[in-house]
């Protein structure tokens, strides 16, 4: 079992950055794969990126592709979102999630344990 806690989030203007980072407790965590899963007011919770249990394979949303950038560090039981060139369409809450498997999933209905999620608000 692993618990996870989000932190990082803000209010910042377009075309700033954060850094998410999250948190893990428990053990074994390099045997989860991680995701970022954001969720928006009125809208379902959406994949961010995905990445490997050993950190080697990451996959992005199409909407985040070059700007943002996923890392993780299973000696410090942490994973990294460090979101660049922000827009307004990025505001939402921001969730890590945990699947006790080798690669990550795009669904979040995949993932066996979450946080409780960071604010993010992106203002034009």
């Known amino acids: 079992q692993v618990q996870l806690v989000e932190s990082g989030g803000g209010l910042v203007q377009a075309g700033d950055s954060l850094r998410l980072s999250c948190a893990a407790s428990g053990r074994f965590f390099s045997n989860y794969a991680m995701g970022w899963f954001r969720q928006a007011p009125g809208k379902e919770r959406e994949f961010v990126v995905g990445?490997?249990?050993?950190?080697?394979?990451?996959y992005y949303a199409d909407s985040v592709k070059g700007r943002f950038t996923v890392s993780r560090d299973n000696a410090k039981k942490m994973v990294n979102l460090q979101m660049n060139s922000l827009k307004p369409e990025d505001t939402a809450v921001y969730y890590c999630?945990?699947?006790?498997?080798?690669?990550?999933?795009?669904?979040?209905?995949?993932?066996?344990?979450w946080g409780q999620g960071t604010q993010v608000t992106v203002s034009s």
């Open positions: 999630a945990a699947r006790e498997r080798l690669l990550y999933s795009g669904t979040a209905h995949d993932y066996d344990y």
């Open positions: 990445i490997s249990r050993s950190g080697g394979s990451t």
